[in-house]
């Protein structure tokens, strides 16, 4: 295994990541969602033969496009990244982690940029279904680009099927079935999918009620809010539904991340589930890190422990617990891991001793001893323990996982309440006199951005310090560059990528100001 680098680099090179991620997060949803919006519009009609619908389907492909153009600029950028400044990571796992993307690239990218040609430029080109269909294989496509891109992600929070080979100190694919249908990245897709149909329809309903507002544009507006709502609200019933299932998934798969979330230091049965509170400092700390209480808590009783064991009475392991251990639950301290994690690097050390002494049996014998499903399960399962230096490394940034999963989960209530009011008030056909909601609608365009946000701050900062849950550290995967290097390239990502967005929020607003003129 390789040794921890300079913390700075290490600093830099994950500012650098989370800079790209942030900003690429900011072009993906809204082409998530807009896709299918813009498909269900056409097929509206296609079916109808209506040429308001056309020409509404029109305006939305245009915004939409100004949107993917961009977002495909970030999304390259970072990818890149993983071989500039994780080099160490891609070696240790870039046969796995490389399969989805490359299928992303090959057949998503491709399925979704080549009908997208269509899409722009084939009206009166190709008859009316077959523009319909390349309209859907957009859509399709890029829920298939985000399918691929979560499973690898999903397999760096709970990395399943896979072997590791000391020869090439490498993991190994062995099951393509279990990486693609891993319980975090099913999870995932769902909840991640969602949420960008969700601010897609949040999109399009905060642009429609500009129009109200400015007594422009009235038909597409009312039609366009009526898809938003129903869309809208049937995506943000599902944000909640995935949102619990993957909560579920993570107090399996990442009980640490769990029990931060939830600011859960102690253990309990009957735990309750936290709907808003405030941490503070306490007087107890785990090694060097002080453990945080509640200066203010609202609880819902029992839930918690029904979330994760299916009855209130169910035991919910707290940061305590899975820190320092609980034999009564059949959990290891970390202090353990890291024993059983050494166990496997000096077994790696000594295959690579004995290679360079030509032993062949005893390589024969360690690379048995490496496929056992024992010593995967009580040793190499903690790789990754080896190189952390304190056992309450193991545990993330408390307060930044709590107040980011609150605020993501409160967010996704509220735009059930908002999209049901849009579909009541539609109904009613008041929605254009009650401009104080219109213009709650137009500002709120800006939450599904900050709850995805949120979503995506949970679930990297929420496993740290692992860039492979428990098998490595962020500290040992960065490459072996200077620091300064890396600041560099930070500052000009930052300067491009705000250029672009800026670019980007022009070219709208100014397409929004002209409106639907084809």
Request: aromatic share 14%.
């Amino acid at each position: 295994m390789i040794d921890v680098t300079d913390l700075t680099l290490v600093d830099w090179s994950r500012a650098q990541f989370a800079l790209t991620a942030i900003y690429h997060w900011l072009f993906v949803p809204l082409t998530l969602g807009l896709s299918f919006i813009v498909a269900i519009m056409e097929t509206i009609y296609v079916k109808t033969g209506l040429e308001e619908w056309k020409r509404m389907t029109r305006f939305w492909m245009t915004l939409f496009g100004i949107n993917f153009a961009i977002g495909v600029a970030t999304g390259i950028i970072l990818e890149f990244e993983f071989g500039t400044n994780w080099s160490y990571y891609s070696w240790f796992v870039g046969d796995i982690f490389g399969a989805p993307l490359a299928i992303e690239g090959i057949l998503a990218f491709f399925l979704e940029s080549t009908f997208v040609a269509v899409m722009f430029f084939g009206w009166n080109k190709v008859n009316k279904k077959f523009h319909l269909v390349s309209t859907w294989l957009v859509a399709v496509g890029a829920s298939l680009s985000a399918l691929w891109i979560l499973v690898a992600n999903a397999w760096m929070q709970n990395p399943v099927g896979m072997v590791f080979n000391p020869e090439t100190a490498r993991n190994e694919m062995v099951d393509f079935w279990a990486v693609l249908f891993n319980e975090v990245a099913v999870s995932k897709f769902l909840h991640t999918i969602s949420s960008g149909f969700l601010l897609g329809s949040m999109f399009v309903a905060g642009i429609s009620a500009w129009y109200l507002l400015q007594k422009r544009e009235h038909h597409l507006a009312t039609r366009s809010l009526l898809v938003a709502g129903v869309f809208g609200l049937l995506s943000s019933l599902l944000v909640v539904y995935t949102g619990d299932s993957s909560a579920r998934t993570l107090a399996r798969a990442q009980p640490v991340k769990f029990a931060a979330f939830e600011a859960l230091y102690d253990g309990r049965s009957d735990a309750g589930l936290v709907a808003a509170g405030i941490l503070k400092d306490s007087d107890r700390k785990i090694g060097k890190k002080v453990v945080k209480d509640f200066s203010f808590r609202i609880e819902i009783p029992g839930f918690l422990s029904f979330m994760t064991g299916g009855n209130t009475r169910a035991f919910v392991p707290g940061i305590n617990d899975l820190i320092l251990g609980n034999p009564e639950k059949g959990l290891l301290p970390v202090a353990e891991k890291m024993r059983r994690g050494k166990v496997a690097q000096d077994l790696l050390r000594d295959y690579k001793n004995a290679r360079a002494g030509n032993d062949s049996v005893k390589m024969s014998t360690i690379r048995k001893v490496f496929a056992d499903k024992q010593f995967i399960e009580e040793h190499f399962r903690y790789f990754g323990y080896a190189s952390v230096e304190n056992p309450e490394d193991a545990i993330p940034n408390v307060p930044l996982a709590f107040y980011s999963f609150h605020l993501m989960v409160t967010l996704g209530f509220y735009f059930i309440l908002l999209f049901c009011l849009v579909l009541f008030l539609l109904f009613r056909g008041t929605i254009a006199k009650q401009r104080w909601f219109l213009w709650i609608l137009l500002f709120s365009i800006l939450l599904p951005y900050v709850a995805g946000e949120m979503g995506w701050v949970l679930a990297e900062m929420g496993r740290q310090p692992w860039i492979i849950q428990d098998l490595m550290p962020v500290s040992t995967a960065v490459s072996r560059i200077g620091s300064g290097s890396v600041i560099t390239t930070f500052v000009l990502f930052a300067v491009l990528f705000t250029v672009l967005l800026i670019a980007e929020v022009s070219i709208m607003i100014k397409q929004i100001k002209t409106g639907p003129n084809h």
